[in-house]
């Protein structure tokens, strides 16, 4: 039985990923940094942003100290919040998919974007309130693919209903956060709207998008699962 379903946000419900990566290239052309597209997508994706500037820095043999690292992260923030003010993010049907779960289960995000972006994104698709608990980079947690904040959002969603860590399901779009869910316990589903399937074999389904996924499928996965067990 499906007890609760848990988001990412970036790459899943938002179509974010490319503002960010925009939103990166300005504050690191500003020191004299480029950042490829396909560098982005292949290396730093599943960062936070505090991750993300330590593993370019690292990588580039470059000395970033942490003022230098929360300098850029503010200017990162502070882009990112007007590229979502202005562009509709949504990807197509996820707000349905997520009304559709919020009918029958408990709803949590864990995400490496910060709580202030994701809660303007859902408050302006009218969606904040389908949601019981959001974890995010703003707690302070490791970012996937370490499993902390999916440890966080049933911590929290816990604090409203017992679950079991087997009977709930994360939607994810990438291997880091694919690792994160199953570090910590949860079955998975991968959406393919930032890598192919070929990249997303860790999940125990793989749909095209949002819409294609429906209660009976989640339904599914779990008996499944539950004979498996």
């Known amino acids: 039985m499906l007890q609760a379903v848990f988001f990412d946000f970036d790459g899943v419900i938002a179509d974010s990923e490319p503002l960010h990566l925009r939103a990166y290239q300005a504050v690191l052309e500003a020191e004299g ?10 290396r730093y994706l599943g960062y936070d942003d505090v991750g993300m500037f330590q593993a370019l820095a690292k990588d580039r043999g470059i000395t970033l100290d942490a003022d230098k690292i929360d ?10 919040e007007e590229m979502l003010t202005d562009d509709a993010v949504l990807f197509p049907g996820a707000a349905a998919s997520i009304k559709m779960f919020a009918d029958h289960v408990p709803l949590a995000i864990a995400s490496g974007a ?8 859902l408050e302006h698709a009218g969606l904040r309130t389908c949601f019981a608990a959001i974890a995010s980079a ?3 947690v490791r970012g996937k693919p370490e499993p902390d904040l ?5 911590a929290k969603l816990r604090e409203r209903t017992p679950l079991d860590a087997a009977s709930c399901i994360a939607i994810e779009d990438s291997h880091w956060g694919l690792e994160a869910a199953r570090k910590a316990g949860l079955r998975c589903v991968a959406v393919t709207h930032t890598y192919p399937a070929s990249e997303l074999r860790a999940a125990d389904l793989i749909v095209e998008r ?7 499928n989640v339904e599914q996965l779990m008996r499944d699962n539950g004979r498996a067990r």
């Open 33 to 42: 940094i480029t950042l490829e597209k396909a560098d982005y997508y292949e």
């Open 71 to 80: 300098a850029l992260t503010s200017s990162k923030s502070h882009i990112i």
């Open 114 to 121: 910060l709580e202030p972006e994701i809660a303007m994104v």
């Open 138 to 140: 703003s707690d302070g």
């Open 150 to 154: 999916y440890l966080l959002a049933m």
């Open 210 to 216: 949002l819409a294609d996924l429906t209660l009976s």
